[in-house]
């Protein structure tokens, strides 16, 4: 089982995951300030509200093992 979560770090909100049975922390992305997220049934893909000062929110997604984000909005 995973827990995901944002924390506030350095002025961002990165994506976290801890995994309940070894209690790791993974860092997902961090892509400045995460406002909403939501993640897949098959626990494959998060998808994400993300914004920043000088560009409005935007719908983005991501797998859950981390990468590059691309996204859902234009």
């Not at 909100?13 to 790791?24: E, Q």
């Not at 997220?37 to 560009?55: G, H, K």
């Amino acid at each position: 089982k995973t827990i995901y979560f944002t924390a506030p770090v350095k002025g961002h909100a990165p994506l976290y995951k801890i995994d309940i049975a070894t209690k790791a922390i993974t860092k997902i992305i961090d892509m400045k300030s995460i406002d909403a997220f939501d993640v897949t049934p098959d626990n494959a893909t998060v998808v994400l509200v993300r914004r920043s000062i000088n560009e409005p929110a935007e719908v983005w997604s991501c797998s859950t093992t981390g990468g590059a984000a691309a996204p859902a909005t234009t």
